[in-house]
């Protein structure tokens, strides 16, 4: 690696680890990056991976205020993402490196859309809660279970936009602020990225040098993005949000 193809790896770590931490979706900077100086793309995606732990890291330190209270929530929340990041991982060595290719885009635009009407459904939700005299369940319930599973499987295989997932799902069923959300959003990714990550370095080929790169970069932007996530107004955060999302959508769908 040459010194100017190194400084735009650190350059895109920085990059990802500003915007996983106020929404998700750095892997779209550095993914094609690591393609771009000469890796193989599963060697791009591990090395990634785990590069990108240091910045979930320091981004789910930034948001500890926002993390208050929920010490319980993120523990059974957390073990159900350990299992789908471990599984998802399993799958990457395993299948096609394009068997996702084609879903990706749809779970994001779904994603996408329960987030821009989530205040909307969230009111429909709650009124139906107070005609039937029922509880708002405090982890989510089953339906949050299965979708944060199925997100972090997603997220241990490849994790573009995963966490415009988490944001939308818990969002959507948990009685809680965009900004507390977003801050277990980060600690659950960190646990994904980690267990993968972990995986990856006793099963298949790692590029060390972007490796620690990336996570030299995503260090610096975990504490850039916590400090400016956490200053965004919900509905400027819910804008970021879609947007990354778009622009994640476009940019599978052009590769």
Known sequence: MSPAEALAVLAAGIGAGTINTIVGSGTLITFPV????????????????LGLVPGSLTGAIGYRRELAGQRARLLRL????LIGGITGALLLVTLPSGAFKAI??????????LVVLQP??????QARRERNNTEVPAHGGPVLVVGLLLASIYGGYFGA????????LM???????LQRINGLKNVLAALVNGVAALFFVFATHMD???????????????LIGARVGRRL????????????????????LLK
Do not use: D, F, H, K
């Open 34 to 49: 690591l393609l771009a100086v000469g890796l193989p793309p599963v060697t791009a995606n591990v090395s990634n991976t």
């Open 78 to 81: 957390g073990a159900v993402c």
């Open 104 to 113: 990706v885009p749809v779970l994001i635009g779904i994603a996408l859309v």
């Open 120 to 125: 909307r459904l969230s009111r429909i939700v």
């Open 161 to 168: 936009a995963q966490g415009v997932l988490y944001l939308s």
């Open 171 to 177: 969002g959507l069923l948990l009685n809680e602020g």
């Open 208 to 222: 060390w040098a972007a490796v620690g790169l990336i996570a030299a970069g995503a260090t610096i932007g975990g």
């Open 233 to 252: 107004p919900p509905v400027a955060l819910r804008t970021l949000i879609v947007l990354v999302g778009i622009a994640a959508i476009v940019q599978l």
